[in-house]
C-alpha cells in the first residue's frame, strides 16, 4: 500500500504536467518565440537627429525602439537644417503562423492574432538620409529611393524630364 504522501506527489505531479499542457495549448507559437514587440533600428546620416515614432519622441539616432508589432507605425526623423525624413512600419504576417497551424491548432492562431505576435515589422531597420534644405528622399519597400526636390538651385543642369505616357 502506497503512503499517503507517495500518493500526494503523485497528485501533484499529475496536475502540474495537465497545468503545462493547458498553458501550452492555450498560447500561441509566435507569442512564445519572439514576443509582442520587435525591436526596430533607427539611424540617420547625419546623426544625432530627433526620432518620432506615431508622434512620440524616442530619442535621437541612432537609437533602437522595442514596438508593438500589432499595428503599422510613422517613424519621422528631423534635424534642424535638413529636409525631414518619413517613413511607415508595416506589419504583415510572420511565418510562425505555420507553427500555429501545425503546433498550436485554432486556440494558439487566435492567441497570436489578438496578441500581435503573429506580426512582423517591415523594415526592421530604418536608415534616414537627411537632405540638407533643398531634396527629401524616401525609401520604397523595394529599396528605391525617391527624391523630391523642394528649390531648384540656380546653378543645376537639366539633363532629363519624365513624361506621363
Not at 40 to 46: A, D, L, N, R
Not at 47 to 54: E, K, L, R
Not at 122 to 132: D, F, I, K, M, N
Amino acid at each position: 500500500m502506497e503512503s499517503r504522501a507517495v500518493k500526494a506527489a503523485t497528485r501533484i505531479a499529475i496536475a502540474a504536467i495537465s497545468g503545462g499542457f493547458t498553458l501550452l495549448s492555450l498560447s500561441g507559437c509566435a507569442t512564445i518565440i519572439h514576443g509582442t514587440k520587435q525591436e526596430v533600428g533607427i539611424s540617420s546620416t547625419p546623426t544625432g537627429a530627433t526620432v518620432m515614432i506615431d508622434d512620440n519622441d524616442v530619442g535621437v539616432t541612432p537609437v533602437v525602439s522595442k514596438l508593438t508589432r500589432k499595428k503599422n507605425h510613422v517613424v519621422k526623423i528631423q534635424l534642424a537644417g535638413y529636409q525631414p525624413f518619413e517613413t511607415t512600419l508595416t506589419h504583415s504576417v510572420s511565418g510562425w503562423v505555420w507553427g500555429n497551424l501545425a503546433f498550436g491548432g485554432l486556440i494558439g492562431l487566435v492567441v497570436d492574432a489578438s496578441s500581435g505576435g503573429i506580426y512582423k515589422l517591415t523594415p526592421e531597420q530604418v536608415e534616414g538620409a537627411l537632405q540638407s534644405g533643398h531634396a527629401s528622399a524616401t525609401t520604397t519597400a523595394d529599396g528605391i529611393y525617391v527624391v523630391a526636390v523642394l528649390k531648384v538651385q540656380s546653378d543645376w543642369v537639366k539633363v532629363a524630364q519624365l513624361e506621363r505616357q
